[in-house]
């Protein structure tokens, strides 16, 4: 599986971005779990957002409301929809995939096998 994540920018507080995240050489990408994470200077990797192969998504702290996550099963590409943002969203974004073998937290960067190379965004104040 290769995931290919895009999108990024500079963007002003309270502006909105839409990240997109494609994959490739999977057959049934529909049986994955997918999620967005993001790295902040000198900060660890967090979970953003998560999308269940059965649909079911899960936001961090500090995001729901403001995110939206969703996929396209049929053109094997997930989405981030950040609006509202704010300096602190400021990070370089990845997309994640981990086969669907596992229904509870998924939020865990650990359990994801594939990973995007990121997509920086940038939220100027």
């Known amino acids: 599986v290769q995931l290919q994540a895009f999108g990024g920018g500079l963007v002003q507080a309270g502006g909105s971005l839409r990240l997109s995240c494609a994959a490739s050489?999977?057959?049934?990408?529909?049986?994955?779990?997918m999620g967005w994470f993001r790295q902040a200077p000198g900060k660890e990797r967090e979970c953003v957002a998560t999308?269940?192969?059965?649909?079911?998504?899960y936001y961090a702290n500090g995001v729901e409301g403001r995110f939206t996550i969703s996929r396209d099963n049929l053109k094997k590409t997930v989405f981030l929809q950040m609006n509202s943002l704010i300096p602190e969203d400021t990070a370089v974004y990845y997309c994640?995939?981990?086969?669907?073998?596992?229904?509870?937290?998924?939020?865990?960067?650990?359990?994801?096998?594939?990973w995007g190379q990121g997509t920086l965004v940038t939220v100027s104040s």
């Open positions: 999308i269940r192969s059965d649909g079911h998504t």
């Open positions: 994640a995939a981990q086969w669907g073998r596992y229904y509870g937290d998924i939020s865990k960067a650990e359990d994801y096998e594939y």
């Open positions: 050489y999977v057959r049934t990408f529909s049986n994955y779990h």
